[in-house]
């Protein structure tokens, strides 16, 4: 999606070979148009998939997936990282460990809002280890859901978790997929390379 590589381009800092922070747009202050674009792009890419609900984890990936709720007309459903005191019947929890944040938490998510007649689509901001998104697809699995694909907006492909989440055999659509963050410059996949991978 160019409109998104221009935008990390533009608006993304590089801290490491690893990091890549774009809190300018996507996870700190939020770029509404962006979104909406990439809301599209996702409803567009899984239109005919018979999505239900769309489930992300709070809370980068909760803008992105409300987008793309909207163009789908389909519910919201976000795993929280905290416990809630409102959050206590039939939960459908997951371990999750946070590149990030280097910390593990239990995500968890209300099976009264996932159920076994729910088509899913997962949408998350970052794929790195892809710990979230396989937390998110143990979730789904538990609600006895099908899981129609996981929609990532920033693949971080010289990291494992692309791979091991498309050997699992999940579809994974990301909407910009970096090769590296070597010397403070963030270089995309090319189309022809992102078919290899």
């Known amino acids: 999606m160019k409109q998104l590589q221009d935008k990390i381009i533009k608006e993304g800092k590089v801290l490491s070979n690893q990091v890549l922070k774009v809190d300018s747009f996507l996870n700190h202050q939020i770029d509404a148009f962006l979104m909406k674009e990439v809301g599209k792009e996702f409803a567009y890419r899984f239109k005919n998939d018979g999505i239900t609900k769309i489930v992300t984890i709070e809370s980068s990936g909760i803008a992105p ?14 795993a ?3 416990k809630s005191l409102t959050l206590t019947d039939q ?19 209300s099976g009264e809002h996932l159920t076994s007649e729910d088509r899913v689509l997962v949408i998350d901001d970052f794929l790195a280890n892809g710990q979230a998104a396989l937390g998110l697809a143990e979730i789904v ?6 899981l129609a694909g996981i ?14 989440l498309r ?30 991978v």
């Open 91 to 109: 939960l459908l929890t997951a371990a999750v460990y946070s590149f990030t944040k280097q910390e593990e938490n239990t995500i968890a998510v």
């Open 65 to 78: 997936s409300v987008m793309a709720a909207l163009e789908l007309n389909v519910p919201v459903v976000f």
């Open 80 to 82: 929280r990282k905290r």
């Open 151 to 164: 929609g990532i907006v920033i693949e971080k492909s010289f990291q494992e978790g692309g791979k091991i």
């Open 141 to 146: 699995e538990q609600a006895g859901a099908s």
């Open 167 to 196: 050997e699992k055999g999940f579809r994974v659509e990301s909407l910009a997929r970096i090769k590296s963050l070597e010397n403070h410059e963030v270089q995309f996949l090319e189309e022809t390379e992102e078919a290899a």
